[in-house]
T-cell receptor
Framework: EAGVVQSPRYKIIEKKQPVAFWCNPI?????LYWYLQNLGQGPELLIR????????DSQLPKDRFSAERLKGVDSTLKIQPAELGDSAVYLC??????????FGQGTRLTVV | KNEVEQSPQNLTAQEGEFITINCSYS?????LHWLQQHPGGGIVSLFM???GKKKHGRLIATINIQEKHSSLHITASHPRDSAVYIC?????????FGAGTRLTVKP
């Protein structure tokens, strides 16, 4: 069975442009997480979904970041407009409730 | 102060050496994860444990709940073990991550 699938793997954009990341969690996993990982640091939670409901988005910079998980399966994370400081790895993870979380390969974003 | 502290931050070893990476945390947890991250960015879960000790191949993870401390050991290290190892603690639905330990194993 496929694990957590993210796309794209790499993205380079100019500042002020929009960008979107996509995540397909493991089948049956109701909990989905988006994390931001800066170089040399551990991942930090941006948003957590339980099915289609965003139950923790307190760390999501809502002026430029948005996320959705319309049918409780796939999710997209969008940044508009991107800033230089948004360059990082964006990780998606999924779990069945509070059981072990599984991570995707991540999307490495470079804003120039 | 970070809720999850890892040490060392960087570690260089010769092939065959025994490796220990430490993790201390300051919150009550339901489980602790050891994760491996290669340069491409993807994270692989090595262990999830809530008590005692687990072993998988050359990897051993231990946890002491009372002392809020966990260790990851690698026996007979190999250059392919070179990666960033991240400790993550879970409480309820939240996870907190350490900054990672960058391990380089030289042949």
């Amino acid at each position: 069975e496929a694990g957590v699938v993210q796309s794209p793997r790499y993205k380079i954009i100019e500042k002020k442009q929009p960008v979107a990341f996509w995540c397909n969690p493991i089948s049956g996993h109701n909990t989905l997480y988006w994390y931001l990982q800066n170089l040399g640091q551990g991942p930090e939670l941006l948003i957590r979904y339980e099915n289609e409901e965003a139950v923790d988005d307190s760390q999501l910079p809502k002026d430029r970041f948005s996320a959705e998980r319309l049918k409780g399966v796939d999710s997209t994370l969008k940044i508009q407009p991107a800033e230089l400081g948004d360059s990082a790895v964006y990780l998606c993870a999924s779990s069945l409730g509070s059981a072990e979380a599984f991570f995707g390969q991540g999307t490495r974003l470079t804003v120039v | 102060k970070n809720e999850v502290e890892q040490s060392p931050q960087n570690l260089t070893a010769q092939e065959g050496e025994f490796i220990t990476i430490n993790c201390s945390y300051s919150v009550g947890i339901s489980a602790l994860h050891w994760l491996q991250q290669h340069p491409g960015g993807g994270i692989v879960s090595l262990f999830m444990l809530s008590s005692g000790k687990k072993k998988h191949g050359r990897l051993i993870a231990t946890i002491n709940i009372q002392e809020k401390h966990s260790s990851l050991h690698i026996t007979a290290s190999h250059p392919r073990d070179s990666a960033v190892y991240i400790c993550a603690v879970r409480f309820s639905h939240d996870m907190r991550f350490g900054a990672g330990t960058r391990l380089t194993v030289k042949p």
